[in-house]
């Protein structure tokens, strides 16, 4: 796999684990806000069941007699350019894709999250403005979307404040959304968008499952895109948030110790469910490097 960090910058300024800034907006957030519950299901959106991992020595694509529902077509040069984005949990997750396609060396992955943003803050980071450039730039078969952590904040929109959680907050975000998904259709991009983790604080993570359910309605309308829970590696047998899991059938942290961020045995857990998805519904040879199992809760 080859690699290129866009937000390197950012990265090299504050270290691999130094998130303080992002850390304490997702904090205050959790402060200053009410949220709303909307259950969600948990389970993944336009997906289809594991089918034959049947391939070619020469081959990206993997070869079956069931074609993948999102099968993905390489470049001319025989490689599959993924672009990643999100926030400081998105910087987690492409570390954690950087490691697990390390064997995978026809994708080309780009990692472009950018700690602290959302939709919810375009004054900070404006995600489409950026977002146009880098399929521009890029041109890639895939985009990866992990967001939305940092969104749990009130908007004025066309002057009326809209609350989180309230109608007016949740068709706006949908907005937000669905400009995202248009951007990437026009380049010609697949998406595949990873649900936001349950959080330890219970009100944020009650927000967190509320921005979930406002997503996946609007992927549902987007026959280029997909939706992936984080659930099965974040949440327990009740489908309440983690700190710990059997891995391996060692008892692991798998979260950060605020709550909120992501480790590096998560990460990897996670990007390992991507893997899956990549060979599953998109149709890639792709198989984690460094294979991880959830033994027991």
Known sequence: MTLRRESQAFMNGFGRRARSLGTAISIAIVGLFVFSFIPGSGSRSNAAAPQSSSTSSTSLVATSTTVAPHQLVASPRGAV????????????????????????PQVHLIQAA????????????????HLTSLL???????LIVFLGANDQQNFFV?????????????AEYARR???????????????LWMG?????????????????????????KAPWATYLSSDAVFTGPRGNFRMQAIVNHVATDIRAPDGIHINLTGENLLAQEIVIDLRTTYGLK????EPLTITAP
């Not at 066309?158 to 949740?170: A, N």
């Open 114 to 129: 950018v700690g602290s943003t959302g939709l919810s803050n375009p004054w900070y980071y404006n995600w489409p403005a």
């Open 158 to 170: 066309h002057g009326q404040f809209c609350q989180v959680g309230t109608p007016c907050w949740k």
């Open 286 to 289: 792709t198989y984690a490097a």
């Open 81 to 104: 350019t993924i672009v990643e984005i999100g926030d400081s949990l998105g910087i987690d997750l492409g570390w954690g894709l950087g490691v697990q396609l390390a064997k995978s």
């Open 136 to 142: 521009a730039a890029n041109h890639p078969q895939l």
């Open 177 to 191: 959304v669905d400009a995202i998904l248009v951007l990437a259709h026009r380049a010609g991009t697949k998406v």
């Open 196 to 220: 936001e983790p349950a959080m330890q604080n219970p009100a944020f993570s009650q927000g967190v499952t509320m921005i979930n359910s406002v997503v996946r309605r609007e992927l549902d």
